[in-house]
């Protein structure tokens, strides 16, 4: 019994090309090797002394040049192609965070920042045009799930393998890993991998389809991005005002917070690959996926208008987890399904800014409402921004199942 449930769970990641394999390794060590960024505040915090206030600007630095960052690389991926963008991002990132613990000021870190994450988000879009050319059309939404599992396994043991090396080495020994984890990712991938212009895999079912010459005149694309920007909005703040929440409401440790992020890492880990699978073989309509998901994530919040019991604390992670598995992978594969030929680049660089985008509004909005009206608010306005959310994908819904020209690739 147990080894055809084994069995069955690995045939989810059989068909994969060896490309789309190397591309998850690297993913995999890239955000692993990303041990900065969840320390990045306490670092200007308590080893350069900085004010709330300039901890503050320095973020909005950070997700401002994540925003330029996934632009150009999309951008330039459509103009020179994904694999130089790939190559160049991670090599100067990784050479850039080696410089960066050279740098102590305020205004240079300012600019250091900003310029650091204007390179290294330009791999997002680029890794995203890769898995088109490199999977194949039936298999393009479990490779982003198979990459989706990589970025989370990485952000999994990237902030322990932090804490360890803060302790041993301080936090400068953070910019020496984080940058020769960049550098090592990408000379494996260079080794391993060829560059492809185009896929070698042809989608018959759109062989050469150009829905809109641009994508700022695709409308249905726009109200997509929308929904987007809200789920990213709910979905951080898992990393911002909820863990102030357990504490303050709670009185939970940082251990028990991080426990009950564990047990979503791990239901996404065994379920999100097997669900996906699932819903592909079944042809199931995507945008009715990620509708589901936006739901399931605003009833999530609304949960927390529950502040007297601290078992919906897990009830809530229940279901944040299976909201994120049906609305990001499928999200994804959308977001490069929507594309024309050509211009796949362009599509997820917005796609990717829109997150970028929701990871600044977030912690602003959220903070903002609870320091003014509590932590009853901020949940109630979340929720409500969730139900704003389908709504908006109900619209969407039947504005694709309208057009005459394209019907949404299952």
Same mark, same amino acid.
């Given at each position: 019994?147990?080894?055809?449930?084994?069995?069955?769970? /690995?045939?989810? +990641?059989?068909?994969? #090309?060896?490309? *789309?394999?190397?591309?998850? $390794?690297? !993913?995999?060590?890239?955000?692993? @090797?990303?041990?900065?960024?969840?320390?990045?505040?306490?670092?200007?915090?308590?080893?350069?002394?900085?004010?709330?206030?300039?901890?503050?600007?320095?973020?909005?630095?950070?997700?401002?040049?994540?925003?330029?960052?996934?632009?150009?690389?999309?951008?330039?991926?459509?103009?020179?192609?994904?694999?130089? /963008?790939?190559? +160049?991002?991670?090599? #100067?990132?990784? *050479?850039?965070?080696?410089? $960066?613990? !050279?740098?102590?000021?305020?205004? @240079?870190?300012?600019?250091?920042?900003?310029?650091?994450?204007?390179?290294?988000?330009?791999?997002?879009?680029?890794?995203?045009?890769?898995?088109?050319?490199?999977?194949?059309?039936?298999?393009?939404?479990?490779?982003?799930?198979?990459?989706?599992?990589?970025?989370?396994?990485?952000?999994?043991?990237?902030?322990?393998?932090?804490?360890?090396?803060?302790?041993?080495?301080?936090?400068?020994?953070?910019?020496?890993?984080?940058?020769?984890?960049?550098?090592?990712?990408?000379?494996?991938?260079?080794?391993?991998?060829?560059?492809?212009?185009?896929?070698?895999?042809?989608?018959?079912?759109?062989?050469?389809?150009?829905?809109?010459?641009?994508?700022?005149?695709?409308?249905?694309?726009?109200?997509?991005?929308?929904?987007?920007?809200?789920?990213?909005?709910?979905?951080?703040?898992?990393?911002?005002?909820?863990?102030?929440?357990?504490?303050?409401?709670?009185?939970?440790?940082?251990?028990?917070?991080?426990?009950?992020?564990?047990?979503?890492?791990?239901?996404?880990?065994?379920?999100?690959?097997?669900?996906?699978?699932?819903?592909?073989?079944?042809?199931?309509?995507?945008?009715?996926?990620?509708?589901?998901?936006?739901?399931?994530?605003?009833?999530?919040?609304?949960?927390?208008?529950?502040?007297?019991?601290?078992?919906?604390?897990?009830?809530?992670?229940?279901?944040?987890?299976?909201?994120?598995?049906?609305?990001?992978?499928?999200?994804?594969?959308?977001?490069?399904?929507?594309?024309?030929?050509?211009?796949?680049?362009?599509?997820?660089?917005?796609?990717?800014?829109?997150?970028?985008?929701?990871?600044?509004?977030?912690?602003?909005?959220?903070?903002?409402?609870?320091?003014?009206?509590?932590?009853?608010?901020?949940?109630?306005?979340?929720?409500?921004?969730?139900?704003?959310?389908?709504?908006?994908?109900?619209?969407?819904?039947?504005?694709?199942?309208?057009?005459?020209?394209?019907?949404?690739?299952?």
């Amino acid at each position: 019994m147990l080894q055809r449930a084994f069995n069955k769970y /690995i045939d989810n +990641f059989r068909g994969f #090309s060896r490309e *789309i394999w190397i591309l998850t $390794l690297i !993913t995999f060590i890239n955000r692993a @090797g990303t041990m900065v960024l969840p320390f990045l505040s306490k670092y200007l915090k308590e080893d350069l002394h900085f004010s709330y206030s300039q901890v503050g600007w320095i973020m909005v630095s950070f997700g401002l040049g994540s925003m330029l960052g996934s632009w150009l690389g999309g951008k330039l991926s459509d103009k020179i192609g994904f694999y130089k /963008i790939m190559i +160049f991002s991670l090599l #100067s990132s990784g *050479i850039g965070f080696f410089v $960066l613990q !050279t740098i102590t000021s305020y205004h @240079g870190l300012l600019i250091a920042i900003f310029i650091i994450m204007v390179i290294a988000d330009m791999f997002r879009p680029a890794m995203f045009v890769s898995l088109g050319a490199y999977a194949k059309p039936e298999n393009r939404t479990r490779a982003l799930t198979l990459v989706r599992l990589a970025i989370n396994l990485g952000f999994a043991a990237g902030p322990a393998l932090g804490g360890l090396l803060i302790m041993s080495l301080g936090y400068k020994g953070l910019f020496w890993v984080d940058g020769a984890s960049c550098i090592l990712a990408i000379l494996i991938f260079w080794w391993k991998v060829k560059e492809k212009k185009k896929s070698k895999f042809i989608d018959k079912t759109n062989p050469d389809e150009v829905f809109t010459h641009s994508v700022f005149k695709d409308g249905p694309f726009w109200i997509f991005l929308t929904i987007c920007l809200i789920s990213g909005i709910m979905f951080f703040q898992l990393f911002t005002t909820i863990p102030l929440y357990h504490k303050e409401q709670f009185n939970l440790s940082e251990f028990q917070t991080g426990l009950l992020l564990t047990f979503n890492g791990i239901l996404v880990f065994f379920l999100e690959m097997p669900i996906v699978s699932y819903i592909e073989k079944h042809k199931i309509n995507k945008l009715k996926v990620i509708n589901l998901g936006g739901l399931l994530m605003a009833i999530s919040i609304y949960l927390l208008l529950v502040n007297n019991w601290v078992g919906i604390l897990i009830v809530m992670m229940l279901f944040m987890t299976f909201a994120e598995m049906f609305a990001f992978p499928f999200s994804n594969s959308f977001a490069m399904s929507r594309a024309p030929k050509g211009h796949e680049g362009r599509y997820m660089a917005i796609f990717t800014m829109s997150y970028s985008l929701a990871h600044i509004l977030s912690a602003k909005m959220g903070m903002t409402i609870i320091d003014n009206q509590g932590y009853q608010l901020n949940w109630f306005f979340m929720g409500t921004l969730g139900i704003i959310s389908v709504l908006l994908g109900l619209w969407l819904i039947k504005l694709v199942q309208k057009e005459p020209a394209r019907e949404l690739k299952n």
